[in-house]
C-alpha cells in the first residue's frame, strides 16, 4: 500500500489488529473506520458496526456493491 502513494480512507474489515497501521497509512484516525474492530475507538478510530454476525454484514456489503448502492473508489491496485 505504502508504494501506491496517499491514502485517502481506509475501511477495516478484518478486525485482526490492522488499525494502527491503517492509522500510519492515512495520517488519521478520522480517516479510518472499523467494521470488525471493537478496540478501534481507543485509538481514535471510528467503529460502525453492532454485535451481530460478521458474515452477514460482509453478505450484505456485497450485495450493495453488486447493486451499485456502495461504491468504494479505488485509484490504483
Do not use: N, Y
Not at 1 to 23: K, N, P, T
Not at 25 to 47: M, N, Y
Request: negative net charge; glycine residues 12%.
Amino acid at each position: 500500500m505504502r508504494q501506491l502513494g496517499d491514502v485517502d480512507a481506509a475501511l477495516d474489515l478484518a478486525g485482526s489488529g490492522v488499525i494502527r497501521e491503517l492509522v500510519e497509512l492515512t495520517g488519521d484516525p478520522q480517516k479510518v473506520i472499523s467494521i470488525a474492530d471493537l478496540g478501534a475507538p481507543e485509538l481514535g478510530v471510528r467503529f460502525s458496526g453492532v454485535a451481530g454476525s460478521m458474515p452477514e454484514a460482509l453478505a450484505e456489503a456485497v450485495d450493495l456493491i453488486s447493486r451499485g448502492k456502495l461504491h468504494i473508489p479505488v485509484e490504483k491496485s
